[in-house]
């Protein structure tokens, strides 16, 4: 039996004074490891109860401000305090009308809120505290801010500061903007189709509150009929287009159909967009779609077939033995919305020689009763 106190404290060799070395400073480690480990849980526990008791002291306070029974909000000094008063002010914001938005932006430039996340945004050698200074001052949508954005995206180095500075200048974007904006998400390399089509809808939304439907489709279709800008850029903004509803771009969509019909992500994404915003017209486009080689550009035809009603039905009837899964169960889910002809469909494919076609309606229909 080894005795573990001679062994460590007995006469040492060379290599035996490494090892024990080496143990004894990896235990001290894992014990100042440890201690810090819970002093850091504790502090960040406490900071996070007290922002959110200032969060709760902020919150209250707003109500007299807005009614005018108080002419100024706190002016905190500590950062934790700024950073809470700063939050509740972009909730307040996002619910107040435009009067009273422009109302609390002006009284936080007045209380050094703005000034002291922009000093953070400018001299922190955190990238952390330059992100979330950059992300409160987006959100509070201060027009006069738009140069310094600009300058971020033209020359910060870092990835992450730039794609910020994109999502806050969309809130705040000039048309004359939108060409260095294209630079950076015309890039497939900078960002996602998902950041693009985010800060495509930031940017319609806003240009449709300062400048009105008419004016917005107009840029709207100024940009679609660039030939510099990438296709796929201009399927983001199509995509955009029917998430937030945007009908009276339909016609747009449609000749963004005809115009890129030989570019399979073009001829999905308009379908998509059109399907979405539910327009009389689309059948003419669907049905020839749910013919389509591309087994993406069948699927999300057929699943907004329900909206040409019974003329879809032969097609979505074939849909149930396509060679693709989805194709199928999409049809055959659309033909249980389009009434008598869709239900008469899938207990034709019951009773049919297609296995595959036999599943799915049975599958179908048994969901529905």
């Known amino acids: 039996m080894i005795d573990p106190f001679y062994w460590i ?120 505290r330059r992100y979330r200074a950059l992300e409160r001052l987006g959100f509070l949508k201060l027009a006069d801010l738009r140069p310094i954005y600009l300058e971020l995206i033209v020359d910060e180095s870092d990835v992450r500061i730039v794609a910020k500075a994109l999502w806050a200048a969309s809130y705040v974007i000039e048309e004359e903007d939108i060409p260095l904006i294209t630079d950076f998400l015309g890039d497939s390399n900078f960002m996602s189709a998902k950041f693009n089509e985010y800060l495509f809808t930031n940017m319609i939304g806003e240009f449709r509150i300062k400048q009105g439907d008419d ?58 967009a059109l399907g979405g915003l539910s327009t009389s017209s689309l059948c003419e486009v669907i049905i020839p779609a749910l013919t389509d080689p591309d087994w993406r550009v069948r699927m999300v035809a057929s699943r907004s077939a329900n909206l040409c009603s019974d003329s879809s039905v032969p097609y979505l009837e074939d849909l149930m033995r396509d060679k693709n899964y989805h194709v199928r169960i999409n049809a055959a889910k659309t ?35």
């Open 9 to 128: 404290f007995g006469p040492l060799t060379t290599y035996r004074t490494i090892l024990v070395a080496t143990i004894l400073l990896l235990a001290f480690m894992t014990i100042v490891l440890l201690v810090t480990l819970v002093v850091h849980k504790i502090y960040v526990e406490l900071r996070e109860t007290r922002s959110l008791r200032l969060r709760k002291k902020f919150n209250d306070i707003f109500p007299s401000f807005i009614n005018g029974k108080d002419e100024h909000l706190p002016h905190p000094k500590q950062t934790i305090a700024i950073d809470a008063l700063a939050d509740v002010a972009i909730d307040q914001i996002a619910r107040a009308d435009r009067s009273t938005a422009n109302r609390i932006r002006a009284e936080l430039k007045q209380a050094g809120i703005v000034d002291n996340l922009l000093q953070r945004l400018s001299n922190s050698r955190s990238w952390v």
């Open 215 to 272: 004016t917005t489709i107009s840029i709207i279709e100024r940009f679609l009929n660039q030939e510099t800008i990438p296709v796929l850029l201009k399927r983001d903004i199509i995509e955009s287009l029917g998430k937030m509803g945007f009908t009276q771009c339909v016609p747009l969509i449609f000749d963004a159909f005809h115009r890129y019909r030989d570019i399979t992500e073009m001829r999905i994404t308009t379908l998509r």
């Open 335 to 369: 033909l249980l919305t389009l009434g008598e002809q869709g239900k008469a469909a899938l207990n034709r494919a019951l009773t049919g020689t297609d296995r595959f076609a036999r599943d799915i309606s049975h599958f179908v229909l048994s969901g529905s009763r």
